[in-house]
């Protein structure tokens, strides 16, 4: 410990500068790691899509399964679902057999859609390859 009174004048100011330097250098680093938080956060807000076939997709919880699921026929189109409840939502409800493109915005229909899946098994539907491979690349 330093008695700051008996300190001679060039003592002082250098103590004074290395107190500023490891203060400048505890900010910045504190900056860094802020920033790289904020590059790991927007990186993962567009995850990796890797194309899959729709069979192993149910349509309704946006998932994909390790199983073939059941097909659903409807207007000579064909749509998956992970169980009976699935499978009445997607027979039943129009809604449920739209998407819409992350890439272009459009409305889609999954039986006609590029589907893409994360390594946790979230699912996306793109209108072509052409949306899936520029998702996955931003």
Do not use: H, W
Not at 78 to 94: D, F, H, I, R, S
């Amino acid at each position: 410990m330093y008695n700051i009174n008996k300190l001679k004048s060039g003592e002082l100011i250098t103590m004074q500068f290395k107190t500023n330097l490891l203060l400048l250098i505890t900010i910045s680093l504190a900056f860094f790691g802020v920033f790289t938080a904020i590059g790991q956060a927007e990186a993962e807000t567009t995850p990796t899509v890797t194309e899959v076939d729709s069979k192993y997709v149910c349509m309704v919880t946006n998932k994909l399964f390790p199983d073939v699921q059941i097909p659903v026929e409807v207007a000579d189109k064909t749509y998956y679902g992970c169980c009976e409840m699935c499978k009445a939502q997607l027979a039943n409800n129009p809604e449920k057999r739209m998407s819409t493109d992350p890439v272009s915005g459009k409305s889609i229909d999954k039986s006609d859609a590029v589907i893409g899946a994360t390594a946790n098994g979230t699912v996306y539907y793109f209108e072509n390859k052409a949306n899936l491979d520029s998702y996955s690349k931003n």
